[in-house]
């Protein structure tokens, strides 16, 4: 069955230091990947989303790889804040052929002056 | 509206009587989901509306569960005889092709 695993512990970094979340998946082949943020209370919010042919995307502090040979995503914040604090949210499709999506569990960051 | 609305944003029942929860979303925004989120754990998709074409149900947990979109607009979840382990916050989003934009959910609890 198709798996997304993102790390269940918390990541707890220093302010100004670079933070590296992790997706993994199974049995997908998937034509993109997106992350979301969640804040406590509220809906997911959109990121970025990254294509099966694209290796990098940047977004402002923001940075996603894409190996769909290793079938992992890393999700990098540079110069983190505390403003970062949120649980990040890797997503897939659930088929090729619609716009539905999975998503994992998330991982909590939580970035400390 | 600027984004998707839910309503309502709280709702307390009873065991065994039956809820709907709203979701107005986006105008213009062809698809349409409903996720499921219970404390501390991860979305787990319903249900997922495309244009006029069939819903994709595969994610419904029971035959209690079902959900309608009339016009391509607004969407409706109803749960019947509800049960407690249906306590979550259920969220809806709409997406104009690939990201997805989600509402504030509506916490259900059932007592």
């Known amino acids: 069955s198709q798996k997304i695993e993102q790390n269940s512990e918390a990541l707890n970094i220093q302010e100004g230091k670079t933070a590296t979340l992790t997706c993994n998946y199974t049995?997908?082949?998937?034509?993109?990947l997106q992350w979301y943020r969640q804040d406590p209370g509220r809906g997911p919010v959109f990121l970025l989303l990254i294509r099966e042919n694209e290796k990098e995307k940047r977004k402002e502090r923001l940075k996603v790889t894409f190996d769909t040979t290793l079938k992992q995503s890393l999700f990098h914040i540079t110069a983190s804040q505390p403003a970062d604090s949120a649980t990040y949210l890797c997503a897939l499709p659930l088929s090729n052929s619609g716009y539905a999506l999975n998503f994992g569990k998330g991982t909590s960051l939580l970035v400390t002056p | 509206g600027a984004g998707v609305s839910q309503s309502p944003s709280n709702k307390v029942t009873e065991k065994g009587k039956d809820v709907e929860l709203r979701c107005d979303p986006i105008s213009g925004h062809t698809a349409l989901y409903w996720y499921r989120q219970s404390l501390g754990q991860g979305l787990e998709f319903l249900i997922y509306?495309?244009?006029?074409?069939?819903?994709?149900k595969s994610g419904l947990p029971s035959d209690r569960f079902s959900a309608e979109r009339t016009g391509g607009s607004v969407s409706t979840l109803t749960i019947q005889r509800t049960q407690q382990e249906d306590s979550a916050v259920y969220l809806c989003?709409?997406?104009?092709?690939?990201?997805?934009?989600f509402g504030q959910g509506t916490r259900l609890t059932v007592v």
């Open positions: 049995n997908y082949s998937p034509a993109y």
């Open positions: 989003a709409s997406s104009p092709r690939d990201e997805a934009f």
């Open positions: 509306f495309q244009g006029n074409s069939a819903p994709d």
